[in-house]
T-cell receptor, first 115, second 108 residues
């Protein structure tokens, strides 16, 4: 039973560049949420995808966009990178339809460094 | 918007001492979840509380959900070195909002 997988594990970019992070949810899960975790902080909710649509969005600018594919995998895109975008990006999968009560299964994250 | 606050930010204890972290939400929650993140790791689900006033226990860990469903606590009895990590509460009100976490260190 595969857990949540994320790629790449580490990434170094320069200011102004664009980045794409990828996530495959846990087997049997259909919902993917993305979080940004700065060093020493809690995960900050970016957005959630279900049925290939963005269902909820946190307080992040439009530079952050996403996509969900028919196989439930997801991508997070960040345009015009800023130094402040340096963080651990976590993907969490869950199962829709159980209300908002399903626990989140997190991947190991992508550590993004913007220079 | 919904805010989840957690205190203390850090807690250093001697092995065998108790530990408590508190979580408060600015809005009423449908449920609250607790996660543990080991250093260098990712958050791992511990428990979910749904009912007003609910109390759940997992071995040495006791979780409580307030009567107003706006606050929660996690208490660890007789800490061990394996308890080291950051404990996050996550309030659920349409989406999951995490507190800043309490980082626990345990001195053997």
């Amino acid at each position: 039973d595969a857990g949540v997988t994320q790629s790449p594990t580490h990434l170094i970019k320069t200011r102004g560049q664009q980045v794409t992070l990828r996530c495959s949810p846990k087997s049997g899960h259909d919902t993917v949420s993305w979080y940004q975790q700065a060093l020493g902080q809690g995960p900050q909710f970016i957005f959630q995808y279900y049925e290939e649509e963005e269902r909820q969005r946190g307080n992040f600018p439009d530079r952050f966009s996403g996509h969900q594919f028919p196989n439930y995998s997801s991508e997070l895109n960040v345009n015009a990178l800023l130094l402040g975008d340096s963080a651990l990006y976590l993907c969490a999968s869950s199962l829709w339809g159980t209300g908002a009560n399903e626990k989140l299964f997190f991947g190991s994250g992508t550590q993004l460094s913007v220079l | 918007g919904q805010q989840v606050m957690q205190i203390p930010q850090y807690q250093h204890v001697q092995e065998g001492e108790d530990f408590t972290t508190y979580c408060n939400s600015s809005t009423t929650l449908s449920n609250i979840q607790w996660y543990k993140q080991r250093p260098g790791g990712h958050p791992v689900f511990l428990i979910q509380l749904v009912k007003s006033g609910e109390v759940k226990k997992q071995k040495r860990l006791t979780f409580q959900f307030g009567e107003a469903k706006k606050n929660s606590s996690l208490h660890i009895t007789a800490t061990q070195t394996t308890d080291v990590g950051t404990y996050f509460c996550a309030g659920n009100n349409n989406d999951m909002r995490f507190g800043a976490g309490t980082r626990l260190t345990v001195k053997p």
